[in-house]
């Protein structure tokens, strides 16, 4: 090997390789999120990811908050509460329009909209500085992970906040990819973002922590569609699929229910503040 020290390294090419493929193009990506709108509101939302994730965060009431990759605000909601001003930025319409409803029914009017790629944003001339900017779960599977987060570092006047999962093996997900005798990939490693952010001079902070979650299918054929990531139904014939699903799930009512615990990084560092 050619490197003898961290900074040697080259941080964002290991992140594309562990992700798998690049980032999909502005239309892709757009339509996947619009897709899963309604599915992500209903399910993301039935957890304690927020709430431990917001006690974590240092929000004054005199600052401004940038959410990128915000969606339908299950985080710039909340965040209105305490500070001035936020933005969410998202590329997503069906997303941002569970947001701009949210915010009509509520008369909430100290958070703005932007819809835009965050990978194809002039952060510079295109976004107003920020107090905070928070990267929720939203980091790119490809090959921008430095510039993702170089962007976040040039727009905050203070704080960045990132948080990814702590674990990248999922051993639900890669059963699943198992019985449907597809490839499965695991998620990036935390500690790469870290030794990125490293590596362009900045010593960020990291806490894990825990979230609990209750996910809910109104049948057997959702919870199928979910975890076998929406593959037609026609590729869902497998008994053995069929049972391990039911065996993650709780019936009751005449619906099903998934309770389950994920850990998750969160990166934090000071913006604006470098040892080069």
Same mark, same amino acid.
């Given at each position: 090997?050619?490197?003898?020290?961290?900074?040697?390294?080259? =941080?964002?090419?290991?992140?594309?390789?562990?992700?798998?493929?690049?980032?999909?193009?502005?239309?892709?990506?757009?339509?996947? =999120?619009?897709?899963?709108?309604?599915?992500?509101? *209903?399910?993301?939302?039935?957890?304690?990811?927020?709430?431990?994730?917001?006690?974590?965060?240092? +929000?004054?009431?005199?600052?401004?908050?940038? &959410?990128? /990759? /915000?969606?339908?605000?299950?985080?710039?909601?909340?965040?209105?509460? *305490?500070?001035?001003?936020?933005?969410?930025?998202?590329?997503?319409?069906?997303?941002?329009?569970?947001?701009?409803?949210?915010?009509?029914?509520?008369?909430?009017?100290?958070?703005?909209? +932007?819809?835009?790629?965050?990978?194809?944003?002039?952060?510079?001339?295109?976004?107003?500085?920020?107090?905070?900017?928070?990267? %929720?779960?939203?980091?790119?599977?490809?090959?921008?992970?430095?510039?993702?987060?170089?962007?976040?570092?040039?727009?905050?006047?203070? #704080?960045?906040?990132?948080?990814?999962?702590?674990?990248?093996?999922?051993?639900?997900?890669?059963?699943?990819?198992?019985?449907? /005798?597809?490839? $499965?990939?695991?998620?990036?490693?935390?500690?790469?973002?870290?030794?990125?952010? $490293?590596?362009?001079?900045?010593?960020?902070?990291?806490?894990?922590? *825990?979230?609990?979650?209750?996910?809910?299918?109104?049948?057997?054929?959702?919870?199928?569609?979910?975890?076998?990531?929406?593959?037609?139904?026609?590729?869902?014939? %497998?008994?053995? $699929?069929?049972?391990?699903?039911?065996?993650?799930?709780?019936?009751? &009512?005449?619906?099903?229910? #998934?309770?389950?615990?994920?850990? =998750?990084?969160?990166?934090?560092?000071?913006?604006?503040?470098?040892?080069?």
């Amino acid at each position: 090997m050619d490197y003898i020290h961290i900074k040697d390294i080259d =941080w964002d090419g290991l992140w594309q390789k562990q992700a798998g493929h690049v980032i999909k193009t502005s239309d892709e990506a757009a339509a996947f =999120w619009d897709r899963r709108a309604h599915y992500y509101e *209903k399910n993301v939302g039935r957890n304690t990811y927020v709430d431990e994730l917001l006690k974590r965060m240092e +929000i004054p009431a005199s600052c401004s908050v940038l &959410d990128v /990759g /915000g969606g339908s605000g299950l985080l710039a909601v909340p965040i209105a509460q *305490k500070a001035r001003l936020v933005t969410v930025l998202d590329i997503s319409n069906g997303m941002l329009s569970l947001l701009k409803n949210k915010l009509e029914e509520a008369k909430i009017s100290n958070i703005t909209v +932007i819809n835009k790629n965050w990978y194809e944003t002039d952060v510079n001339s295109e976004i107003d500085p920020h107090d905070i900017v928070l990267a %929720s779960r939203f980091l790119p599977m490809g090959d921008k992970l430095e510039a993702s987060l170089e962007n976040m570092n040039t727009v905050a006047l203070k #704080r960045c906040y990132v948080t990814w999962r702590a674990n990248s093996f999922d051993k639900v997900e890669a059963e699943s990819a198992r019985l449907l /005798g597809k490839e $499965y990939k695991r998620y990036p490693e935390y500690p790469i973002i870290l030794n990125c952010l $490293y590596k362009m001079g900045i010593k960020a902070g990291v806490e894990i922590f *825990k979230s609990e979650s209750e996910m809910c299918f109104d049948n057997l054929d959702d919870a199928l569609r979910h975890f076998s990531k929406n593959s037609p139904m026609s590729d869902i014939t %497998s008994t053995d $699929y069929k049972d391990f699903v039911r065996s993650l799930l709780v019936e009751k &009512d005449g619906k099903y229910y #998934r309770y389950s615990a994920t850990e =998750w990084a969160l990166i934090s560092w000071e913006a604006r503040k470098r040892d080069v």
